[in-house]
């Protein structure tokens, strides 16, 4: 234990900073399409499966060739927790907060948080729509979901 002088305050710790998505060659692309406010997928060139999270070959018939292709950003929660204790510290003052999977009307599902005034509404099969959600701190932008 520390003794600090008598009128001496801890010194406040930093805020903890946000983990933050790290673009890699594979998913330059999606994160790209973001930043352009354009949600995207992997589609395999050779059986045409739509794919999310971005893999190199398709899980279907294993072909290398895929393409980034535009979805609608619409669908419908699939599942959700809403969660009482941060994952992280950065999250601490936004418990209790949703994380749900949405499944995409294309069939692709997608894991997102949802925003504060949706936590108390969510249901599974609610509807959704994307946002794009800057984080100029970190130089990227965060496809999200939200209540449609
Ligand atoms: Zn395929």
Do not use: N
């Not at 589609?43 to 018939?61: F, I, N």
Request: proline share 14%; glycine share 4%; with cysteine.
């Amino acid at each position: 234990m520390t003794v600090l002088p008598r009128g001496d305050d801890p010194p406040i710790p930093p805020a903890p900073s946000r983990p933050r998505p790290v673009p890699t060659p594979l998913t330059e692309g999606f994160w790209a399409a973001a930043r352009e406010r354009r949600l995207v997928v992997q589609r395999c060139d050779h059986c045409g499966r739509l794919r999310h999270y971005p893999q190199e070959r398709c899980p279907e018939c294993t072909s290398p060739a895929w393409s980034w292709s535009p979805v609608s950003g619409r669908g419908e929660v699939y599942t959700y927790t809403r969660s009482h204790k941060p994952f992280h510290p950065a999250w601490a003052d936004a418990a209790p907060y949703v994380v749900a999977t949405v499944e995409l009307d294309e069939g692709v599902r997608m894991v997102t948080d949802l925003p504060p005034e949706d936590t108390d509404r969510v249901q599974i099969g609610s509807r959704v729509e994307v946002f794009f959600d800057d984080l100029p701190d970190y130089e990227v932008t965060l496809p999200r979901f939200r209540l449609a």
